[in-house]
């Protein structure tokens, strides 16, 4: 099977399982801005994302209902867990990628979060950097974009396609499945993304030649993070092309924000990934104001 890149340093950065770093004192996060343009240049106008026409948000919290299925691609196996909100109409939906030695099951709290608020969530379980892999292979990170993409066509294709509005899907991902998600946007582009979530991670191994028709991206990312590092994230963000916005969490390691509900700073990041999602894919004008405006983050709507 190909592989979009053989990179040591990719191992030498995630051969460890998830590990949390130091918190550090509460601080309020902070939006950034991308880096300055080299002296004597000017900055290239972002692509903006065409935006989607609006579809009715839920507005009140919907119960939730959980799935398994298994996929295979190429012998591939994909024990994929899907989460669907209580919904009589065509919903969006968002395909999540775990980190290295995680699970669907470990991000519940953020996932079923996002359903009840009324998107399916399409989470597979890779095969070689799940928790339960034989043998956890860092670089199989780089096959994943593909298998992400073969799984959310499965999904579309079968009885639970008629319950998703295929116009409106977006990526996301934490740590390697962060990786994973930005290799949607780059190497391994599924055209079919409208938007993207990039939860502690970075181009690393499947590049930042961004491509295609333009979509919305947001980073969040912990300014502690022992793991992936805050300048390679930082260092993603600032090459993408469109509309885009990073948060930066003071303090943050790479497991809190994402990984433990009882944290303030996942109280914060769902509220933001909740915002952004009603905002690229509901068209909710509303679920603006929780979100930067300026010239890293278009204000079309």
Request: charged share 15%; proline share 10%; aromatic share 6%.
């Amino acid at each position: 099977m190909r592989r979009l890149a053989s990179l040591p340093v990719l191992a030498a950065l995630m051969a460890v399982a998830l590990v949390s770093g130091c918190t550090g004192q509460p601080e309020p996060a902070r939006w950034v801005t991308p880096s300055p343009s080299p002296a004597g240049t000017v900055a290239p106008r972002l692509a903006q994302v065409a935006p989607l026409p609006p579809l009715p948000v839920p507005r009140a919290a919907l119960d939730v209902s959980r799935q398994e299925v298994t996929y295979r691609r190429e012998g591939r196996v994909l024990r994929t867990v899907i989460w669907t909100p209580s919904t009589p109409s065509k919903v969006p939906a968002v395909v999540f990628s775990h980190g290295l030695n995680g699970t669907p099951e470990s991000f519940a709290p953020l996932l079923t979060a996002w359903a009840s608020a009324g998107f399916v969530v399409i989470a597979p379980a890779y095969p070689n950097t799940t928790r339960s892999a034989p043998r956890l292979d860092v670089y199989d990170v780089l096959n994943q974009p593909a298998d992400a993409t073969f799984v959310l066509t499965q999904v579309l294709a079968g009885p639970l396609g008629k319950r998703i509005d295929g116009d409106r899907l977006a990526a996301a991902g934490h740590s390697a499945g962060a990786i994973t998600t930005v290799g949607l946007f780059t190497a391994g582009r599924d055209a079919r993304l409208h938007a993207g979530i990039v939860l502690a991670g970075s181009g690393l191994g499947v590049g930042t030649a961004f491509t295609g028709t333009p979509a919305s991206l947001l980073f969040v990312h912990g300014d502690a993070d022992p793991l992936v590092s805050y300048a390679s994230g930082k260092a993603t963000y600032d090459v993408v092309p469109w509309s885009k916005a990073m948060l930066t969490v003071p303090g943050g390691n790479h497991n809190d924000p994402y990984l433990q509900p009882g944290a303030a700073s996942f109280i914060a990041v769902r509220s933001l990934t909740l915002a952004f999602l009603r905002l690229e894919l509901y068209g909710d004008t509303s679920a603006r104001q929780q979100l930067p405006s300026g010239p890293s983050f278009d204000d079309r709507l």
